[in-house]
Structure formats: C-alpha cells, structure tokens
C-alpha cells in the first residue's frame, strides 16, 4: 500500500466526557498539548508522508495500555497510538516535558527511542501533519 492511497484520516472529536474520563483514570498527567488534540480530533488513522500512524481514540487508552501491559513492561511509557505494526508511539511520564517515544511492543523500556521532544513537535515534525496542532 502506497502513502497516497490511505491519507491520515482525523477522527471527529473527543468528547468533554471523554477527555474528562482519560484526566481521572491516569495517576499521571499526560501533557495539556495532547489533551487540546483530543479537543479537535480523536486520534486518527492513515499515512502521513511515509510514515503509517495510528493514533488511538481517548475511550481506548487506558484499555490498550492494560492490553499492552505497559505498567508492568514499560513503567514509566503511557502509549497513545502505533505504527500499525510492531512500534508503538508513547509519552514518557516520568518527565515533565513529556518527549514521544517510538517503542517496539516486543522490547524493554531501553529499547524505547526518543523521536520529539513534545507532542506538538511529534505532529508537525516527526509526523508533519501541520494542520492537527
């Protein structure tokens, strides 16, 4: 499949409720930034450039990471998405400015690679989707 053949697709937005739900279940904060992506589209699915993103709705967070049993194998990673394949996308919460990780599902948290330092700078330059942030 070619990157012009499935275009990232926004969902429409999170819901207050939702996003208010995903705030109360975390014991950690994820950063105001994505939190204000929420507020104009619920994750979202397709190429952007080369790379295939699939960045996961508010309502399916706190499952996919219990799925993934991210507290357990990546303690400090909250993941918000993947590449459709073995990589997932994730915030590294112990630190405060929050950087996005790429992290293979199958890995160790030193296997967890840095690739933005905020998740504004994750859409407009690692992803290059100017028009989400």
């Not at 450039?49 to 909250?78: C, D």
Request: charged residues 20%; negative net charge; hydrophobic residues 40%.
């Amino acid at each position: 499949m070619e990157a012009d053949d499935q275009a990232f697709q926004p969902n429409a937005p999170a819901s207050t409720e939702a996003r208010a739900s995903l705030r109360t279940a975390l014991a950690q904060s994820l950063p105001e930034s994505y939190f204000a992506f929420l507020a104009r589209t619920n994750g979202g699915e397709g190429f952007i450039g080369a790379r295939y993103v699939q960045l996961w709705r508010a309502e399916e967070l706190a499952e996919m990471n219990r799925a993934y049993k991210t507290s357990e194998f990546f303690p400090n990673l909250f993941f918000i998405g993947s590449d459709g394949g073995g990589e997932a996308f994730a915030f590294d919460l112990s630190r405060t400015d929050a950087p996005v990780y790429e992290v293979p599902f199958i890995g160790l948290p030193t296997d967890a690679r840095a690739i933005a330092s905020s998740f504004d700078s994750f859409l407009a330059t690692e992803v290059g989707y100017q028009n989400l942030h």
